[in-house]
């Protein structure tokens, strides 16, 4: 049962401090990957809020990938990649950017093959890494 107190919120908002606070859960791996999480209306019982509070929240990690909602089912942890939830600082700079590189080369073979499957050329694509595509 997820449990939090609001004495530290100061002036905060209630939905901006339960969006912190679970954010900052799911990023420490208290809240693991695939966990369920509870309903707006239990858990807006449970903390005494509002169910508007509780959706406020949840949209917000939703957008933001933390969370995933499966219909009639409910919310659940996503998978979070650590690395990518520190703080950037300096000695973690070439971390993060091996990671993009790596991704970017990902997206260039995967756009490649959808563009040789929806239009049968055979044109490699180039200039991602500046930011835009070009056939």
Same mark, same amino acid.
């Given at each position: 049962m997820l449990t939090y107190t609001f004495e530290e919120r100061g002036e905060k908002p209630? #939905?901006?401090y339960l969006y912190e606070v679970l954010k900052e859960d799911i990023e420490e791996g208290r809240l693991k990957e695939g966990e369920h999480l509870p309903s707006k209306? $239990? +858990? $807006?019982?449970? /903390?005494?809020? @509002?169910?508007?509070?509780? $959706? @406020? $929240? #949840?949209e917000q990690l939703l957008v933001e990938g933390y969370i995933y909602a499966v219909e009639k089912k409910g919310y659940y942890v996503a998978a979070v990649q650590p690395y990518l939830t520190e703080p950037l600082h300096h000695e973690h700079k070439g971390k993060q950017e091996? +990671? /993009?590189?790596?991704?970017?080369?990902? /997206?260039?073979t995967l756009l490649e093959v959808a563009l040789i499957q929806s239009t049968g050329a055979s044109n490699r694509i180039e200039g991602i890494s500046t930011g835009y595509v070009r056939v």
């Open positions: 209630y #939905y901006q209306r $239990a +858990f $807006a019982k449970q /903390l005494g809020l @509002s169910v508007m509070t509780i $959706a @406020s $929240a #949840y091996l +990671f /993009l590189e790596a991704n970017v080369d990902e /997206l260039k």
